[in-house]
């Protein structure tokens, strides 16, 4: 299948109608959101969907999220809406939330993976927004990228990944936030299933308190089930092995310094993802530095291409830890899950 990439900042209009010709036919299309690129499909329809996991490769039992045009479009997906969500979908929508609820029957079985919840977001991104409201349904859309490897950020990682699987890209740009959305349980006691550039602080300033699912920063055990199918899954890693050294930032940079020193005796390939105020510290060409650690969305923004751009030939890469405050939470997530959690202290 020859794979068409129409650029959406240039001709938004006719790339929208386009993508909801496809969307309407049963087809997929890769769009821009704020968060990373998606894979979407009708969200009502079951076929539809089924071609999402295998696009993707991706494990049946775990779920998609609804991506809807307008506020009102959640009522007809919910069973009823929950306490709090109303207060949540003023606050932060359109934006990089989802909430979780009870679904209601039309929501196809292919789309929740057999749970009776459903996930919705209203992205904010204008092609997104443009392409949901032209197809006149919800799209059921996970980040498109092939199962298991970091989500695109970039028309061109979602190429790399599905070029020749699907008829579609929407190339809208680079992608505001690098992270995906922040993931919120409205089922029993409002929980944080995945962190996002909505924060636990911005979430509990706006409804009170709020859970942490416990697997966000620790890998879940042996007998426990996760409560977002998602997160049992080996995610975002590169082909090399990550190493998350956490400490007092001068003292990560002079552990890494001197492991990468030794690296380099052995004669093997490292690279350090470095913060703008570390960077200086490391005498290598091997490091890069991935934004200001005072402003952690900005190493949010450039993780997942970070780690797609490391050279086949990569054996290691340092990571240096932050604090897991604000988007630092995001960012610990999701790096912690690329080195399948292995952190050294210092
Ligand atoms: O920013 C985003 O959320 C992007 C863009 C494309 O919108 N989408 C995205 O989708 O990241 P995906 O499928 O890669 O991640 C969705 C996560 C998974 O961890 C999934 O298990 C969880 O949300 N999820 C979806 N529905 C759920 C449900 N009903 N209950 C619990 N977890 C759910
Ligand atoms: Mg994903």
Same mark, same amino acid.
Do not use: H, Q
């Given at each position: 299948m020859r794979t068409e990439v129409i650029n959406t900042e240039s001709q938004c209009n006719a790339g929208t109608k386009r993508g909801a010709e496809i969307i309407k036919s049963g087809g997929l299309v890769a769009f821009p959101t704020e968060t990373v690129y998606g894979l979407g499909a009708?969200?009502?329809?079951g076929d539809a969907v089924r071609g999402i996991f295998e696009a993707k490769g991706r494990p049946a039992d775990n779920p998609l999220i609804l991506h809807i045009a307008?506020?009102?479009?959640v009522r007809r997906l919910w069973k009823k809406i929950p306490q709090h969500a109303q207060q949540l979908m003023d606050t932060?929508?359109?934006?990089p939330l989802t909430l979780i609820a009870n679904r209601a029957d039309?929501?196809?079985?292919e789309v929740t993976a057999g749970l009776d919840t459903v996930a919705v977001r209203l992205p904010a991104d204008r092609t997104a927004r443009e392409l949901i409201a032209k197809s006149g349904v919800p799209i059921a859309a996970p980040s498109?990228?092939?199962?298991?490897r970091p989500s695109p950020t970039t028309a061109a990682h979602v190429l790399a990944d599905l070029g020749g699987r699907i008829p579609l890209i929407l190339d809208? /740009?680079?992608? *505001?936030?690098?992270v995906e959305s922040t993931v919120l349980s409205?089922?029993?006691?409002?929980?944080?299933?995945r962190p996002g550039a909505i924060t636990y602080e911005m979430i509990s300033a706006a409804i009170g308190p709020v859970e942490l699912a416990k697997c966000i920063l620790e890998p879940l055990g042996e007998h426990e089930t996760a409560?977002?199918?998602?997160?049992k899954y080996k995610h975002y890693a590169p082909d090399a092995s990550v190493v998350v050294v956490c400490g007092e930032p001068q003292r990560v940079a002079k552990y890494i310094g001197s492991e990468c020193r030794r690296a380099e005796l052995e004669g093997h390939i490292y690279r350090i993802l470095a913060t703008d105020q570390t960077? /200086?510290?490391? *005498?290598?060409?091997?490091s890069v530095s991935l934004g200001n650690r005072e402003r952690p969305e900005t190493l949010c923004a450039n993780l997942f291409s970070a780690l797609r751009g490391l050279?086949?030939?990569?054996?290691v890469v340092y990571a240096e830890g932050i604090p897991e405050t604000d988007e630092g939470l995001a960012y610990m997530n999701r790096l912690l899950r690329a080195a399948g959690f292995c952190v050294v202290r210092v």
């Open positions: 009708n969200g009502l329809d307008k506020k009102s479009d932060f929508w359109p934006g039309i929501v196809p079985d498109a990228n092939r199962s298991g809208g /740009g680079p992608c *505001k936030y690098g409205l089922v029993g006691r409002p929980t944080i299933l409560r977002s199918p998602g997160m960077i /200086g510290y490391y *005498k290598t060409k091997g050279d086949a030939d990569t054996e």
